[in-house]
């Protein structure tokens, strides 16, 4: 198997590796297009941007500046919003369910790096996916990590890390992501 193969299945690969290189720089190309075009020119999503990704529903928007690794990997329903700075680590599949919104500066990590300082070395990750449910709230500064899932309607509080799945309807804030205890 090749790299690429190997991080499609969800197995251990070596990210330092020509193929998966050329992906990345194509991304980094229409990251940059996206970003420096005037928004005017550039819609809700640039021409480059939308043909990188998996699929985007209708009444998409990304505000610049944005960020991907790979968008090859990201899945958009209908309706969803990124706010600036967005950052996806896409090693792995990111969906994103209808109306979801994310504030300024959330950060969507794929991407679990070798534990092993010499593994790690070597370049070895896996790729975890992150899926995303309906009509979720993630707030600004919101770290989503590698595996995790969200249900439809949850709500991520501002500068949470998500670690753990979130349930359908749940609100969960902190450092770890914890459940809002209600009064």
């Not at 985007?56 to 600036?84: K, M, T, W």
């Not at 700075?85 to 504030?103: H, I, K, N, Y």
């Not at 990590?109 to 009509?135: F, M, S, W």
Request: aromatic share 6%; hydrophobic share 40%.
């Amino acid at each position: 198997m090749t790299e690429r193969e190997k991080m499609q299945a969800g197995e251990w690969y070596c990210c330092l590796d020509p193929e998966l290189d050329a992906l990345r720089i194509q991304a980094r190309r229409a990251v940059h297009a996206h970003n420096i075009c005037p928004p005017d020119t550039r819609g809700a999503i640039a021409p480059e941007l939308q043909v990188l990704f998996a699929g985007i529903g209708s009444d998409c928007f990304i505000e610049a500046p944005f960020h991907c690794a790979y968008g090859v990997n990201i899945l958009l329903g209908q309706r969803v919003y990124f706010n600036a700075g967005c950052v996806v680590l896409d090693t792995a599949p990111v969906q994103v369910g209808d109306g979801t919104m994310f504030g300024p500066h959330v950060q969507i990590y794929c991407a679990q790096h070798a534990k092993d300082p010499v593994e790690r070395a070597q370049g070895l990750e896996i790729g975890l996916p992150v899926t995303i449910g309906r009509n979720v709230w993630v707030g600004g500064g919101a770290i989503l990590m590698p595996g995790i899932a969200i249900g439809d309607n949850a709500t991520i509080g501002a500068g949470s890390v998500v670690t753990k799945d979130v349930a359908a309807e749940e609100t969960v804030v902190g450092n770890p992501a914890r459940p809002l205890s209600r009064p």
